[in-house]
């Protein structure tokens, strides 16, 4: 399949967040500012192109031969763990800038659940290497576009009158729903 | 049918050895990445610590019997564990921004729950923090002020005593959770081995409820402290003037303790505001040390004196009566504590009196 399709796709048609909401816990809580969301938007961009990179040939070079597919629901969650912790330290050490601005969301991000989507729709759809690795990059970036258009109406929503019961989680939910609407203007336009 | 055990065996293989590849590469990670070796951490150009790097620093100054103000329990949500370090902090993180101002930023204050050690650092930790430590004690007794304060006695297990200045506060932790909450010490300095304390019931307060409902005389509580930088001034010999309402009487029933403990000569005015006779405590107690020390004076105020209260006394905010009372003199100093607005209307009318500025000490909550 044409790789630009597919990330065309990740970032309108079949956007991460606002298609299948997935990765809503971060995408609530850490859209408070553009500078807080777009930390958080590259450390996701980056986790999950690594963990699908790293997921692929674990599923098609060892669990497809052995014939024990089942477990890749176990596995894609231990290699994610333990990779974001290895991720972490690494850049602790060696790349303390990146550190800054990536390395405290990245512990937030191991247990997400869009990082392990983006690995098991991989799968599902049967996608090459290749496929796999633009995929998840789209689907990062797509996620990344959602929290900060998200975040630059939540910097509005400060000066807004907002209704007590509504604060906080209630509007951001409400305008996630607004904008997955909006989002749903894309469908058809690509599929995958 | 014969069994094939593969089915069983193959799953299994496969999860241990990919589970401990993974392993291998984390633990080699730890080993070889992680680790920054031995760190040295200078406090006040003085003290050092020797420790293994690679964790947070609240963690090694705990470790060390160094107790920072710290409510959240290092997860970087409160804001108190502040101190400067001023070598090797490495780059502000964005959990620590929020908490800090732009005056702290300049003097490289930081959130000790936040800075990694990887290096040898340098810290500045204010004198008093250093002397705070961790008091095991039971609680004494337990009894009403008011509707809605109680008054605290915990005495500190086996011989340990506490060395606090009139006016400082310690932390009481709530039992089984990382929870940290502040008040203020009443008892007077002299009493070492017991610590008295004068909480307020906040409503959905997490800790004020507790303390309330849940505990018990008999048991078992813990303090770290004493902490503060509002305290008594005992070298100077300047007329005083307490203000402070509800709660606020901790500390400043701590103050005049101590001052009448040492015979202080110097006069005292205590103004003590609130809305009713219902919120009026220890009265009889300050109006027989007024009797017994002429240096004293005890000035209460109801805002909203009830009917039935058949108030005589004075009528008014504190502030008003504080107008109404204070003489213009220099030589005067001045200890509140109270909510924000109380204190910054007071130190108004302070500074009108003639008192300095840097005269006024003050403690906000
Ligand atoms: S301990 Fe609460 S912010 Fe550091």
């Known amino acids: ?6 990330f065309f796709a990740t970032l309108f048609t079949h956007n991460i967040a606002l298609t299948y909401f997935l990765g809503m816990c971060p995408f609530i809580s850490v859209s408070r ?8 938007g590259l450390a996701v961009v980056f986790v999950m192109t690594v963990t699908a990179a790293i997921n692929w040939p674990i599923y098609y070079k060892i669990l497809v031969p052995l014939e024990v597919e089942f477990l890749y629901y176990v596995l894609f969650i231990i290699t994610i763990a333990a990779l974001v912790q290895f991720v972490e330290m690494v850049t602790e050490r060696f790349l303390p800038v990146l550190q800054v601005t990536l390395g405290v969301f990245l512990p937030l991000i191991t247990v997400n659940c869009a990082i392990l989507g983006v690995s098991l729709f991989m799968v599902l759809r049967k996608y090459s290497y290749l496929e796999s690795v633009v995929f998840a990059f789209g689907s990062g970036v797509g996620w990344t576009i959602a929290i900060i258009a998200m975040s630059g109406i939540r910097s509005k929503l400060l000066f807004a009158d907002i209704p007590e019961a509504l604060k ?6 409400i305008i996630a729903s607004i904008m997955a609407l909006a989002f749903m203007g894309f469908a058809g336009m690509v599929g995958i | 049918m014969e069994l094939n055990y593969m089915i069983f065996i193959t799953p299994v293989l496969v999860m241990v050895s990919i589970a401990a590849a993974l392993a291998g590469l984390l633990a080699f990670a730890d080993k070889y990445i992680a680790s ?7 406090i006040n150009k003085g003290k050092e610590l020797i420790v293994e790097g690679g964790n947070a620093l609240l963690s090694y100054l705990v470790d060390n019997k160094i107790f920072i103000p710290s409510a959240c329990g290092g997860k970087g949500t409160c804001g108190y564990c502040k101190l400067k370090v001023l070598e090797g902090g490495g780059p502000l993180l964005p959990t620590e921004t929020p908490y800090l101002t732009k005056q702290e930023v300049l003097h490289s204050v930081r959130l000790a729950c936040q800075v990694k050690i990887k290096r040898d650092v340098e810290l500045a930790i204010p004198e008093d923090l250093l002397a705070a430590e961790q008091f095991k004690s039971v609680i004494e007794k337990i009894e009403d002020l008011t509707h809605d304060i109680k008054r605290f006695v915990f005495k500190l297990s086996g011989s340990s005593k506490i060395n606090f200045k009139a006016g400082q506060y310690v932390q009481f ?9 502040a008040y203020s010490i009443a008892s007077d300095p002299g009493t070492k081995d017991r610590v008295e304390l004068m909480v307020r019931l906040v409503p959905g307060g997490l800790c004020s409820t507790y303390m309330h409902e849940a ?3 008999g048991d078992e509580a813990c303090l770290t402290g004493p902490y503060g930088e509002f305290f008594l001034q005992e070298n100077s010999k300047k007329d005083i003037i307490c203000v402070g309402g509800g709660c606020g009487m901790a500390p400043i029933k701590s103050i005049i303790n101590h001052l009448f403990a040492t015979n202080a000569a110097q006069n005292i005015t205590y103004f003590f505001g609130a809305r009713q006779k219902k919120d009026l405590f220890y009265t009889e107690e300050l109006e027989r040390f007024e009797k017994k020390h002429k240096n004293f004076e005890f000035v209460p105020a109801l805002s909203e004196p009830a009917k039935e209260d058949e108030w005589t006394g004075e ?39 003639g008192i300095n500025i840097n005269d006024i000490y003050y403690d906000k909550f």
């Open chain 2, 173 to 181: 932790c709530i039992p089984d959770t990382t929870e940290f909450r």
């Open chain 2, 215 to 217: 505990l018990e005389v």
């Open chain 2, 315 to 353: 009528v008014g905010f504190i502030t008003q009566v504080m107008q109404k009372h204070l003489k213009y003199n220099k030589n005067q100093e001045a200890y509140l504590c109270g909510p924000p607005p109380m204190i910054d209307a007071a130190i108004g009318i302070l500074t009108s009196k």
């Open chain 1, 1 to 6: 399949m044409n790789l630009f399709v597919i």
């Open chain 2, 36 to 42: 920054y070796g031995e760190c040295k951490i200078v």
């Open chain 1, 168 to 173: 906080g989680p209630g509007i951001t939910m």
């Open chain 1, 33 to 40: 500012s553009i500078k807080t969301a777009l930390g958080m």
